[in-house]
């Protein structure tokens, strides 16, 4: 006799994929940045996950009036909705102030009277150590620098593969609070990642050297490593990535679909015929349903402008 069969109803698992798009202020998004927004969208929603945006607006001079309100609106009109507020850094000095005083309990951290022009004087890649058994004497304290140790880190990263890095050799004891005073991006972002839940960090591969750092620093402050993804940047004909320093052209938002097709062609996503020339939802909708990761260049740079001759 059978049974009668009971649909097994499936428990709602909990949104277990958290990624963001944590742009900088200092000038409107350009073509290498919709990018790296593109493909941090397109993977967390693919994985049926959330998608933060965080606006990274922690150094003031370096940063453009209006700039953060216009990067708002060009993905607005891409149509790559966020969910949830935008956190802004600016706000988050308190959270920093904790981490910086959990560094010092946990004596990670030591204060640091080094001039840039004497540690490249002292012809060392990376920070010589001059101040981390303490402050020599005469010497004032400027920044707040955590300590490395002699270890080699190894990390998978989900394109670039695995990565070995020498902390002390090449990475070396790095800034977490600045001698201007401001709180240094290294730390800024350990610290908010952490807040936000992220799981997954997906950006440009100009900050893969970043991660090292990153990932000692939640290992510091207890926190647990998200998963990462170091896209392809777009660099111009002389292998520069697009910037606001490299003069990079701010994006025509009067045709944002064609923008688009570049942009998923880019990641690997050629839009078919058919849709060159739709509207971004749509082109969205169809990158969404198509993405996969293996399909994107697994490289660190590519060229996105076109050969004049
Ligand atoms: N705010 C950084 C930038 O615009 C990105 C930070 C990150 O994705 O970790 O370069």
């Known amino acids: 006799m059978g049974s009668m069969s009971v649909p097994i109803r499936e428990t709602p698992t909990a949104i277990s994929y958290r990624g963001r798009f944590a742009p900088s202020p200092t000038g409107p998004l350009h073509f290498g940045s919709l990018v790296t927004a ?5 993977e967390a929603r693919h994985q049926q996950g959330q998608w933060l945006v965080r606006m990274e607006d922690l150094d003031p001079p370096r940063e453009e009036p209006g700039a953060a309100d216009a990067i708002l609106r060009a993905l607005e009109t891409y149509q790559l909705h966020w969910d949830g507020p935008v956190l802004y850094q600016s706000t988050r000095q308190a959270a920093y102030e904790a981490a910086l005083t959990q560094l010092a309990k946990g004596h990670y951290s030591f204060a640091c009277g080094c001039s840039r022009k004497e540690i490249a004087a002292s012809g060392a890649t990376v920070y010589p150590g ?3 058994e303490g402050l020599p004497p005469g010497k004032q304290a400027r920044a707040v620098r955590v300590r490395v140790p002699d270890q080699i880190q190894t990390f998978h990263d989900i394109l670039q593969g695995s990565l070995r890095t020498d902390l002390l050799r090449e990475v070396g004891d790095f800034v977490v609070r600045r001698a201007d ?7 800024a972002v350990v610290v908010d990642d952490a807040a936000q839940g992220i799981s997954h960090i997906v950006r440009g591969s100009d900050l893969l050297d970043a991660t090292p750092p990153q990932r000692y620093l939640q290992q510091c402050l207890g926190y647990s490593h998200p998963e990462y993804c170091h896209l392809p940047v777009a660099v111009n004909q002389q292998g520069q990535k697009l910037s606001k320093q490299t003069f990079a052209a701010p994006l025509d938002e009067r045709n944002p679909g064609h923008t688009l097709v570049r942009a ?21 909708r169809w990158a969404e349903a198509q993405w996969d990761l293996e399909k994107v260049p697994h490289c660190a740079a590519i060229c996105s402008e076109p050969d004049d001759n």
């Open 38 to 42: 593109l493909g941090s969208y397109l």
């Open 130 to 132: 001059t101040c981390r």
């Open 181 to 187: 005073g401001l709180y240094a991006y290294h730390l």
């Open 264 to 284: 998923l062609t880019f990641l690997g996503h050629p839009p078919p015929d058919e849709l060159r020339g739709a509207d971004p939802g749509l082109l969205l």
